[in-house]
């Protein structure tokens, strides 16, 4: 379940001492709330039913599959319902296939949420074989929902960002070069990209 709170702030202090600009970084703007979600399929459900569109827009079609599949969304309810009956939820049809490759791996047994390897970039690699479920979805799932300390979504533009505002940078790092800062980082990398987002937009800063 995420990162906690003591676990959050020790791992930023541990970065404070070693980084000047982020420690005053972290004085200025205080220390983020912690990001959890539940471990489980329902997340990178949530996660399939949230791409490309608002956040409202998620909020209603996961309502309406709420109230078609039942509360718990069981994977082989949602396997039954046919392409009509799904569609009137709001699903499109890639997201339905989406959903469906999802759902086909958890009620085979090929995906066990609660068996995941503990090697962060294999359990990475296990996650994507979902259709619809890239690096970026799988990271965040493991940082969020697991709790994995030092998930490190490089690619992901807040994080990016929020270097680039930490750090003064003369630009935003790109992919590469945000991998290659966080190096020094290891194995804090999780609370320091949740640190990312926190800054990223900061009026502190």
């Known amino acids: 379940m995420g990162i906690q709170k003591t676990e959050l702030h020790a791992s930023l ?12 970084a972290l004085k200025r703007t205080g220390y983020p ?14 996660t399939i039913v949230g791409q490309q569109v608002s956040v409202a827009a998620a909020a209603s079609v996961w309502a309406k599959l709420e109230a078609l599949l039942g509360p718990a969304m069981p994977p082989d309810a949602l396997l039954a319902s046919d392409f009509d009956a799904l569609r009137g939820c709001g699903l499109s049809r890639q997201k339905q296939g989406y959903a469906r490759s999802l759902c086909e ?19 990475i690699a296990e996650l994507t074989r979902i259709k619809g479920i890239g690096r970026w979805s799988a990271e965040i799932y493991l940082l969020f929902a697991e709790g994995r300390p030092d998930i490190w979504p490089a690619g992901d533009l807040g994080v990016q ?40 937009d900061n009026p502190a800063l």
């Open 33 to 46: 709330e912690p990001r959890i979600r539940p471990t489980g399929y329902t997340t990178l459900l949530r």
């Open 105 to 123: 791996l958890v009620v085979s047994g090929a995906l066990q949420f609660d068996s995941l390897p503990a090697d962060d970039e294999s359990a």
């Open 13 to 24: 202090n541990f970065i404070a001492e070693k980084e000047p600009d982020f420690a005053r």
């Open 161 to 200: 960002a929020g270097l680039h505002r930490i750090f003064a940078l003369p630009e935003r790092p790109d992919e590469k070069q945000a991998r290659a800062m966080a190096e020094a980082w290891r194995p804090h990398r999780g609370a320091v990209a949740i640190f990312t987002w926190h800054c990223y």
